[in-house]
């Protein structure tokens, strides 16, 4: 019988995927004053105007959050290959 490896790893760095993806789309959405004037958006208001910062990280929390089922489906896909 072969062993199968631990998946809850991989499970949390998928977490950590969504939740990141979660808290940018969620302050895209909300407009949140917190999260835009940080200094890690700083170098995008050169280029971009509020909304097109706000288009851009609703982008990427929907690429993360995509990213991290994307990867969960797959690996359970995997893991069940494994398995038989």
Known sequence: MQEVP???PHYIMQA?????GAVCFLAA???AKWF???RNVAYLKKYFNRKGIRI????IGVVLMGLALFF???LQQISF???R
Request: proline share 0%; no cysteine.
């Open 6 to 8: 631990s998946l809850i």
């Open 16 to 20: 950590i995927f969504f939740i990141a």
């Open 36 to 38: 835009f004037t940080s």
């Open 72 to 74: 969960y489906y797959n």
């Open 56 to 59: 851009i990280y609703a982008i």
């Open 29 to 31: 959405l909300a407009d």
């Open 81 to 83: 290959e494994k398995i």
